[in-house]
């Protein structure tokens, strides 16, 4: 089982619609979670810290339930600008390093 | 500017060279990684480092080594023992904000090796 692990895609949506994406972890230690984004044939960008409380930036809310041991982000009044892959990731202390997800591609069309 | 620089953006060689991928920040950030990515894949962790003279193998080290002489920089070469090094290469380094690591990425260097 992937230690991070991401609803498949791809997410094909209308401009203006609300879509979400679902991510999971297997390891209870992680401690911080990050969204981040990919353009085609870019690097990926942070996109969102995860708290606890859950918060949002703009169209966008990520949200975290540690008992579940998931993740979530949505996007509200999807641009076409919003195409891309989504990328959810988790922060172990113990090692020091992010594990990531595959990915989430989404493609917003007009 | 600050940020994170690779260069170059694509490199091409033969079978059985080692070759030299270039990673230097100027964030003065303490941690810095390296990664790759095959098409339609997740990142894979390569090598990290989180402070000067010191690195830790990732995922899949062999065939890969890294050094850091200084904070700034962290070259990683892949060597003619990496089996399939076709590949984007992805550098990042972190800084420690409210309770985590939070990382960023260079541009990336596209491996091509025939």
């Known amino acids: 089982r992937k230690e991070v692990e991401q609803d498949p895609g791809p997410f094909n949506v209308p401009e203006g619609a609300t879509v979400a994406f679902n991510c999971t972890y297997s390891?209870?230690?992680?401690?911080?979670f990050f969204w981040y984004r990919q353009d085609c044939r870019k690097e990926p960008k942070l996109l969102m810290s995860v708290y606890s409380s859950g918060n949002e930036d703009g169209r966008f809310t990520a949200q975290l339930n540690r008992a579940s041991q998931y993740i979530s982000l949505l996007i509200r009044d999807s641009k076409l600008s919003d195409s891309a892959t989504y990328l959810c990731?988790?922060?172990?202390?113990?090692?020091?390093?992010?594990?990531f997800g595959q990915g989430t591609e989404l493609s917003v069309k007009p | 500017d600050g940020g994170i620089t690779q260069s170059p953006k694509y490199l091409f060689r033969k079978e059985g060279q080692n070759v030299t991928l270039s990673c230097e920040q100027n964030?003065?950030?303490?941690?810095m990684y390296w990664y790759r990515q095959d098409p339609g894949q997740g990142l894979r962790l390569i090598y990290y480092?989180?402070?000067?003279?010191?690195?830790q193998k990732g995922d899949i080290a062999e065939g890969y080594s890294v050094s850091r002489e200084k904070k700034e920089s962290f070259p990683l070469t892949v060597t003619s023992a990496q089996k399939n090094p076709t590949a984007f290469y992805l550098c990042?380094?972190?800084?420690?904000?409210?309770?985590?690591?939070?990382?960023?990425f260079g541009p990336g260097t596209r491996l091509t090796v025939t």
């Open positions: 990042a380094s972190s800084t420690w904000r409210q309770g985590s690591y939070e990382q960023y």
């Open positions: 964030l003065n950030h303490d941690a």
């Open positions: 480092s989180q402070i000067v003279n010191d690195f």
């Open positions: 390891n209870s230690a992680s401690q911080s």
């Open positions: 990731v988790a922060w172990y202390n113990q090692g020091g390093k992010l594990i």
